[in-house]
């Protein structure tokens, strides 16, 4: 199926950051390289990320900062951030994961590398939000509802695309049940708001909160 070139803008920094994921798994099973020697190409994936979502920037008409929005708009999109975190770090049942994750663990010889920590959160908090959201909620769910979807209104997505969307959005995180809820607070952010910056913002928090909790408990596991 041939993609549009705005549907290609969205596409391409989310293929990236899947491409590398791809390659680090390559590197620990096929070339047995160590965890903390992947963990070096994350900086290297996001700034790919983040160059190409530089690049296509004038495209995304959905970032644009919205006039109509309400304080009631964000504090719900906070709210919501901190809930999905919450659901987060307890939805951890065996049958609520699918496979393993090698996490990313920044320690060198016992001691924390904060550079490693630095790249890590300015990656899940400033980068992948906006990725994600892109692909995920502005691409892909309005997509499925219609393909001309620029010029669909989130408030008018199907059940169909929604729950697709969700679902993916499950099977793409190891804890799949807790990424399927998240996924549903999401697509219905920015279908209540109109606003892509509503899940931005939720995601975003969502991944802060988490980091902090990750770095304070040494819970790599769950990066």
């Known amino acids: 199926m041939m993609f549009e070139q705005h ?3 969205r596409i391409a920094p989310f293929g990236a950051y899947v491409l590398f994921m791809l390659l680090e798994d390559a590197l620990l099973v096929l070339l ?14 996001i700034t790919v990320v983040a160059s190409l979502l530089w690049w296509f920037r004038s495209t995304y008409r959905e970032l644009q900062w919205p ?22 770090i307890n939805l951890t049942a065996d049958w609520m994961m699918m496979g393993g994750s090698v996490g990313f663990d920044p320690r ?25 959201e892109l692909f995920w909620r502005s691409f892909l769910m309005r997509w ?6 620029l010029a669909v209104n989130p408030s008018q997505v199907g059940i169909k695309a929604f729950l697709i969307t969700a679902s993916l959005f499950a099977v793409a995180h190891n804890l799949w049940f807790a990424g399927l809820l998240a996924g549903v607070v ?28 990750i770095i304070a408990t040494n819970n790599w596991d769950f990066w």
């Open 7 to 9: 549907s290609w803008h």
């Open 108 to 132: 060198e010889n016992g001691e924390i590398d904060w550079s490693f920590v630095a790249i890590r959160l300015i990656g899940a908090v400033l980068v992948v939000p906006v990725m994600e």
């Open 67 to 88: 006039a109509g929005s309400t304080m009631r708009t964000w504090i719900v999109a906070i709210a919501a951030g901190i809930t999905v975190f919450i659901v987060w």
């Open 144 to 149: 499925l509802h219609r393909p001309n979807f």
């Open 186 to 213: 999401y697509n219905l952010l920015y279908m209540r708001s109109g606003i892509l910056w509503s899940p931005i913002l939720a995601h975003a928090i969502t991944n802060a909160i988490l980091g902090i909790w």
């Open 32 to 45: 047995d390289w160590d965890a903390n020697e992947v963990r070096l190409l994350y900086a290297v994936k």
